[in-house]
């Protein structure tokens, strides 16, 4: 990004290049289509409905969130076929998601066990109606999803209560392990996914979709033709994360943050993003990819971002070559473009001159 287009923000910022997303979304629905295979997008990457437009209109079967809020909001703008892959639990998003359905062509829901799944069938029954549910299976994520020995009384128990249709299985495996086996990590999702359709495609007597596939394994997932959908999400964008992960490359990074340098010492800068502008959920130093700093500075990666304040972020040099004076503005990728973007009141979308500033109307959307 030059630096005139960098003057025209006013930071900390969230900048999303249109050139680049639009490639992403090619890249990642042509990917499905060639394998036979739905895409159903993780609207929490962005949580923007012009953005999820953008996956539609590309041949997107409809969307993915995990609240019932984010749903709402994505109704709001005319999205009328919602997948929300997460177990809802208390009587008011009970409510909510009955009320949800009838405005919308296809609401889809999930459980993972009995005590979600008996309130759930009392709300359909309460509003004579009858609910569409997928059924979660834990495929290494470590959270929530059905398991063995519980998953042939919940598979079940739905088949034979009323409010409730059971037509497919869902998994999140999440990220991969590494880029060295990504076809091992998604046969392995693919394998156990068959498993429990074996025995849930007993219990029914019929053909039940299938939706995995996050960023990282989507694509092998969809070329294994065991799956009828994947969901990812993170692919719009891209962060850091993703190309530590499964090579995703730094030019395909379609989001960045801008901050501006406020104060500068001998030993380091201070920048106007603290922890309200940078997400800090990959810890530093750990396992798997043991990052050294909250975000890359692709135009200065000796740079690092290794302290936060809430206001303020604090920038060194692995060189001590900082070479940076107050008012320098700086691109920064996110470590995790999720939280990233939740962290963002607006966007900026920039079309080569063209900069639309857009609401993130999805952010902050907790129940």
């Given at each position: 990004m030059d630096k005139s287009l960098k003057e025209k923000f006013d930071t900390p910022?969230?900048?999303?290049?249109?050139?680049?997303?639009?490639?992403?979304?090619?890249?990642?629905?042509?990917?499905?289509?060639?394998?036979?295979?739905?895409?159903?997008?993780?609207?929490?990457?962005?949580?923007?409905?012009?953005?999820?437009?953008?996956?539609?209109?590309?041949?997107?079967?409809?969307?993915?969130?995990?609240?019932?809020?984010?749903?709402?909001?994505?109704?709001?703008?005319?999205?009328?076929?919602?997948?929300?892959?997460?177990?809802?639990?208390?009587?008011?998003?009970?409510?909510?998601?009955?009320?949800?359905?009838?405005?919308?062509?296809?609401?889809?829901?999930?459980?993972?066990?009995?005590?979600?799944?008996?309130?759930?069938?009392?709300?359909?029954?309460?509003?004579?109606?009858?609910?569409?549910?997928?059924?979660?299976?834990?495929?290494?994520?470590?959270?929530?999803?059905?398991?063995?020995?519980?998953?042939?009384?919940?598979?079940?128990?739905?088949?034979?209560?009323?409010g409730l249709k059971l037509t497919g299985l869902y998994t999140f495996r999440g990220l991969n392990g590494g880029i060295a086996d990504p076809e091992g990590s998604a046969q392995r999702e693919v394998d156990l996914m068959h498993q429990y359709a074996e025995i849930a495609e007993r219990i029914c007597g019929r053909k039940l979709e299938i939706s995995g596939g996050s960023t990282p394994t989507g694509r092998e997932v969809a070329r294994s033709h065991a799956f009828t959908e994947i969901r990812p999400g993170t692919y719009i964008f891209n962060d850091y994360m993703m190309h530590k992960e499964c090579g995703a490359p730094l030019d395909r990074m379609a989001a960045k943050l801008l901050v501006t340098v406020v104060s500068v010492h001998k030993d380091y800068v201070v920048v106007d993003g603290g922890c309200k502008t940078f997400p800090t959920d990959p810890l530093l130093g750990q396992p798997p990819y043991y990052f050294e700093s909250y975000a890359y500075f692709p135009e200065k990666p000796q740079l690092r971002l290794t302290k936060l304040t809430e206001e303020h972020g604090m920038v060194t040099a692995v060189d001590g070559n900082l070479d940076l004076k107050v008012g320098d503005i700086l691109e920064a990728i996110p470590l995790h473009i999720c939280p990233a973007v939740n962290l963002q009141n607006k966007l900026y979308i920039v079309d080569r001159e063209n900069i639309q500033e857009m609401a993130v109307a999805g952010r902050g959307m907790l129940q």
């Open positions: 910022c969230l900048v999303v290049d249109e050139e680049i997303v639009r490639e992403n979304i090619r890249e990642m629905q042509n990917e499905a289509d060639n394998n036979g295979c739905i895409l159903r997008p993780h609207i929490k990457t962005h949580k923007t409905p012009y953005l999820a437009k953008l996956q539609v209109g590309a041949g997107a079967c409809g969307i993915t969130s995990c609240k019932v809020s984010e749903a709402e909001v994505m109704a709001d703008n005319g999205f009328d076929d919602i997948f929300i892959a997460y177990p809802l639990v208390g009587a008011r998003k009970l409510e909510r998601a009955c009320a949800l359905s009838k405005r919308i062509k296809r609401l889809i829901l999930a459980i993972d066990n009995l005590a979600q799944a008996e309130p759930l069938a009392l709300a359909a029954q309460t509003h004579n109606q009858v609910l569409e549910v997928r059924i979660e299976v834990d495929c290494g994520g470590g959270r929530t999803g059905a398991e063995l020995k519980d998953f042939e009384p919940l598979v079940t128990f739905v088949e034979q209560v009323p």
